[in-house]
């Protein structure tokens, strides 16, 4: 693979992220945010400068330990995953050419002032000539943006120099009219002034060392650009007649006719037209850097990453940005469009920040040579402030942002989930916390005591499955001295009267308790036997349940009969309103056990699960086997090393001989064991979209399911976490 040549240096990093910067934000935005804010305009252009700073250290952290070409892409899709990366990629791909187009659009307003042109055409001939310079190579880029930015920032010096005599105190009368909430809505506004701020990162493959240049030209450049807005508009404010330049397309050029005349309005005009070509030319070098790093990483097709032999530059990537930039002007209405770019924008931001605290939490290697302070209270007011900015941006802005977002989905769900199967560090961050909270529950689970378990019987089920469902019971207790309810349940119609059925003992009755009486013995745990008539089998279990302070209820499943189909399964009602553990019983057979199997789906193993199987297996002398699907082309390879390194240390926890195995799910089958144990569904997940996890093949063999009681398992929010991550 070709790599892009590192010709970039400090003046060069400086001028592109300056010059990304100061466009639209200077010579446009201002006459938009005076509507909203009034004089307050001046602190809103500061604290939108002081809302990026987060997300501009988070950025220039991410760019020294990942100095590759697509910043924003490279840094959300290594930290979130190719799906979150997919979405930052394309989003801010069409955010920068949008933002490209506007700067052309909206600069020709101010050569009208000059010269009567036509504003499409000869917006239309500066995009292509930019791309052009484009395709030539990155070092003519730079040099071109370096030329443009100090004939810029001359002209806007005389500019704020000549004017700031001219300043009027008068003008800032009734600061703060507007408000709190003009005061954001204008800060919401004006944030895209600085977008631009971060783009150098996405061209961070062509910069002379990265480690130190990054970091000051982010920085540096931010720091600049700002005190050079609020020093700006604060002298527009000063000089001109309140209201007189709000909504105005050319806002500098009218202050500077009020103070500096003819010369004035000729030098802002020059300054606003190399600005905003400046901006239009760095959205097309960074812009044209994601499909060519996204195509790399096969989330784009492989032309787009295609380095020119002749040029040393990614001309198709180019060339497709270029296309999409001249569409833009010639056929889209850009300000709207524009404005809903820079929504996605700030949604990014947040997610930069986010990403960071992926990286240095996650199981990666992550070694940036530059680090950003008050770690991690920075990256979270950041993501909060992104968010308040973007409630801001109004509902048409945010619909916007969302079918971008759709967009990129689709994309990603059509053309990248087929070809790419890798993980985010968050996903893997949160596969190995969510894997220490269920070996956290298996040790708490260690020091619970189940004193009391019923064994259910609501069939005839002869004395060999009655037998094993009792040893299953007595196993289970037996640790903790407790003891084994057995009891008969018999359900009658609702018409029978339910006092002669209960005060009659019949001779299976007799000899129903007689068999409990031998099991006690033989198992040496304590058994009482009981009998219940009931109207309804499933209420009966509850309510005895409920009455005896029951920690588990063993019962063997039962065959749908045509009444469950129509009214629903009764066992699913069991399981939400048992005051306890619920075991069900595929019962072949339990006669010293000695293979006992957990079976999982690729998530960690219930903590419940885990200590019914490992009673097993310390009641007999035997040993435990932990079965996990095997992996197929869909796992990646963090993946299995998490879930490794989780079995590990699950077994270390357990007081009995174990052995992890995979297991096929194409159909192989392993060798049977002596009992297998699995957690049952959970009804409130039964029907997740997300859940594709692969099932393991039934066994020829005893089967327990166990559904732990609803006040025992994870919360809602941890389970749908496995469900997104597992």
Request: net charge negative; hydrophobic share 50%.
């Amino acid at each position: 693979m070709k790599e892009l040549e590192r010709d970039l240096g400090l003046p060069s990093v400086l001028a592109i992220s300056i010059g990304a910067m100061i466009g639209s934000g200077i010579f446009i935005l201002p006459a938009l945010a005076l509507e909203i804010a009034g004089p307050a305009v001046v602190l809103a252009y500061l604290l939108a400068g002081l809302l990026v700073v987060p997300a501009a250290l988070s950025k220039s952290e991410m760019a020294t330990a990942m100095p590759e070409a697509g910043g924003t892409y490279i840094y959300i899709e290594r930290g979130m995953g190719p799906l979150l990366g997919t979405v930052a990629g394309v989003g801010t791909w069409f955010s920068l050419s949008f933002k490209g187009a506007l700067a052309l659009v909206g600069g020709v307003p101010y050569l009208l002032l000059l010269f009567d042109l036509p504003l499409q055409p000869v917006a239309l001939g500066l995009a292509t000539l930019l791309i052009l310079v484009n395709v030539v190579g990155a070092k003519q880029t730079g040099r071109l943006q370096l030329a443009i930015v100090v004939v810029m920032l001359a002209a806007l010096g005389w500019f704020a120099a000549g004017s700031a005599p001219g300043v009027q105190s008068a003008n800032y009368a009734g600061f703060f009219d507007s408000g709190l909430g003009g005061l954001l809505a204008a800060t919401g506004l004006v944030f895209v002034s600085y977008a631009g701020v971060t783009k150098v990162a996405s061209i961070a493959e062509e910069v002379e060392h990265p480690g130190r240049n990054i970091p000051l030209g982010i920085l540096g450049s931010l720091a600049f650009t700002t005190l050079l807005y609020v020093a700006i508009v604060a002298v527009l404010v000063g000089i001109t007649d309140p209201g007189s330049v709000a909504g105005s397309l050319t806002p500098v050029a009218v202050a500077a006719e009020v103070t500096l005349g003819e010369a004035g309005v000729v030098a802002v005009i020059l300054a606003a037209i190399l600005a905003l070509v400046s901006t239009a030319n760095a959205g097309i070098l960074s812009s044209s850097r994601y499909p060519f790093a996204m195509s790399r990483d096969q989330l784009a097709p492989p032309s787009l990453s295609t380095v020119s032999e002749r040029f040393g530059t990614p001309v198709t990537s180019i060339t497709l940005t270029g296309a999409v930039l001249l569409a833009l002007i010639a056929f889209v209405p850009i300000l709207e469009i524009a404005k809903l770019a820079s929504a996605f924008q700030i949604m990014v931001f947040a997610l930069i920040n986010v990403a960071v605290v992926a990286f240095r939490e996650g199981n990666t290697e992550y070694d940036p040579e530059f680090t950003s302070p008050l770690y991690p209270w920075m990256q979270l007011f950041g993501a909060v402030t992104g968010i308040l900015l973007l409630t801001q941006m109004g509902p048409v802005a945010l619909v916007g942002a969302a079918v971008i977002t759709l967009g990129s989905v689709g994309w990603y769900l059509g053309y990248v989930r087929p070809r790419v199967r890798r993980d985010g560090v968050a996903a893997d961050a949160i596969r190995r916390q969510v894997g220490r909270n269920a070996l956290t529950d298996v040790e708490a689970e260690a020091d619970e005591r189940t004193h009391t378990v019923l064994v259910a019987l609501t069939k005839a089920v002869g004395e060999a499955r009655e037998r094993s469902l009792v040893a299953m019971a007595a196993d289970i207790v037996r640790p903790h001295d407790g003891r084994v309810l057995v009891v008969r349940f018999e359900e009658i119609p609702d018409q029978a009267p339910l006092t002669e059925s209960a005060t009659a003992q019949s001779p299976a009755d007799r000899s129903f308790e007689r068999r409990v009486e031998g099991l006690a013995a033989e198992f040496d745990v304590a058994v009482e036997a009981d009998e219940v008539v009931s109207h309804d089998t499933k209420h009966a279990i509850v309510n005895v349940a409920e009455s005896h302070g029951v920690d588990a209820v063993v019962a063997e499943h039962e065959p749908l009969r045509l009444r469950s189909r129509l009214l629903g399964d009764p066992v699913d009602w069991v399981v939400r309103h048992a005051p306890c553990d619920v075991l069900l019983v595929d019962n072949i057979g339990y006669d010293a056990p000695e293979r006992i199997v957990l079976s999982g789906d690729g998530s960690p193993y219930d903590s419940r699960a885990v200590s019914v199987a490992e009673a097993f297996a310390t009641a007999n002398d035997g040993h435990l086997s932990l079965w996990y699907p095997d992996g197929d082309a869909d796992d990646t390879t963090k993946y299995r090393r998490t879930m490794a390194d989780y079995r590990s240390a699950l077994s270390t926890l357990l007081d009995v001989p174990v052995r992890a195995e995979s297991v096929r799910t194409d159909g192989g089958r392993p060798a049977d064991p002596d009992v297998l144990v699995r957690a049952g569904a959970d009804h409130r997940l039964r029907s997740a979209v997300l859940d594709e996890r692969p099932q393991l093949p039934t066994s020829n063999c005893t089967t327990v399911t166990v559904y732990p009681v609803s006040t025992r398992r994870p919360p809602l929010v941890r389970r749908l976490l496995e469900r997104v991550v597992f």
